[in-house]
């Protein structure tokens, strides 16, 4: 029998989005999205192997959270998956469970419109996952084999 390593799964909401509703990611967006790279990147502990976002629209809207994680995805030449829509939190599973099936290499990186990360967490059997709140952006969640373990903050400078 083939013994999987118990995986991780990190659930984060996007950057800092503009108050008025327009698209992309504010000052303090970018900034935190260069910050994830020092948080998650490969010298940190968090062995990202497999980062997903949702799927941007060809208008332009929800790309904040593939935005987001692009400068963490360039350094160690990682693909971000955004084949699931944003409101399929059972694609997201499927697309967890395959790639810890296919490879079992490294810890998974969610990043998300943060109203939809409590259904991607019950989707990967949390029970009774809870709500990321409107008006943070540095929370990291924490999964491990369907338990919630933990609600941490990015901590990055200046902004959190």
């Known amino acids: 029998a083939v013994a999987f390593a118990q995986q991780y799964q990190y659930l984060i909401r996007h950057g800092e989005k ?3 509703g327009s698209q992309g990611l504010t000052a303090q967006g970018e900034e935190r999205a ?4 020092n948080v998650f990147g490969p010298a940190s502990t968090y062995n990202i192997g497999y980062i997903m976002a949702e799927t941007p629209k060809s208008n332009g809207d929800r790309t904040r959270p593939l935005e987001t994680v692009t400068p963490l995805a ?3 030449g990682l693909t971000v998956d955004i084949s699931c829509d944003r409101d399929d939190p059972a694609c997201v599973a499927a697309a967890v469970w395959a790639y810890q099936n296919q490879t079992g290499a490294g ?3 969610i990043c998300w419109e943060h109203a939809e ?3 991607i967490a019950t989707s990967l059997r949390v ?3 809870p709500t990321y ?3 943070d952006y540095n929370l990291i ?3 491990i084999q369907g338990d919630f373990i933990s609600t941490t903050s990015e901590d990055c400078p200046g902004l959190d």
């Open 133 to 135: 709140p409107s008006d």
């Open 127 to 129: 029970a009774d996952a």
């Open 18 to 20: 503009p108050a008025n």
């Open 141 to 143: 969640w924490t999964i």
């Open 74 to 76: 360039e350094e160690p």
């Open 117 to 119: 990360l409590t259904e």
């Open 107 to 109: 810890n998974v990186l």
């Open 34 to 37: 260069e910050c994830l790279t």
